[in-house]
């Protein structure tokens, strides 16, 4: 079925190729093409050579954030371990404490109510 298609084509087509090209026609074709820009379009050679530049300070000021942001979560972080440890080891103490002491709930809701 295919090729009854591509058979018919080339009968009333050819084997030819019916697009070509002007002779000489890719010889001056930049020169050309240049001509038809306006200056106003074209890029001057130092920005070209500072780009590379630029992406390197951006990305150097993505890094610094970020670190900045992380370094501030964790010092925050920290400083919330610090403090639950310094409650932990307060109430450790006490709870040792009262063991030494040998008292029970009785004898500290008495302590409270005598205080009343």
């Given at each position: 079925?295919q090729n009854e298609?591509?058979?018919?084509?080339?009968?009333?087509?050819?084997?030819?190729?019916?697009?070509?090209?002007?002779?000489?026609?890719?010889?001056?074709?930049?020169?050309?093409?240049?001509?038809?820009?306006?200056?106003?379009?074209?890029?001057?050679?130092?920005?070209?050579?500072?780009?590379?530049?630029?992406?390197?300070?951006?990305?150097?000021?993505?890094?610094?954030?970020?670190?900045?942001?992380?370094?501030?979560?964790?010092?925050?972080?920290?400083?919330?371990?610090?403090?639950?440890?310094?409650?932990?080891?307060?109430d450790t103490y006490?709870?040792?404490?009262?063991?030494?002491?040998?008292?029970?709930?009785?004898?500290?809701?008495?302590?409270?109510?005598?205080?009343?």
């Amino acid at each position: 079925m295919q090729n009854e298609g591509v058979d018919y084509i080339r009968q009333k087509m050819g084997r030819n190729n019916p697009f070509s090209t002007p002779d000489g026609y890719f010889e001056h074709f930049t020169d050309r093409m240049m001509e038809k820009l306006p200056e106003n379009n074209r890029k001057p050679a130092i920005i070209r050579y500072l780009r590379p530049l630029l992406y390197a300070a951006v990305f150097t000021g993505v890094i610094v954030l970020s670190a900045t942001f992380l370094m501030k979560d964790s010092t925050e972080q920290t400083q919330q371990q610090i403090a639950t440890t310094t409650i932990e080891s307060s109430d450790t103490y006490f709870d040792d404490a009262v063991d030494y002491a040998m008292v029970d709930n009785q004898d500290i809701y008495a302590y409270l109510l005598a205080d009343l």
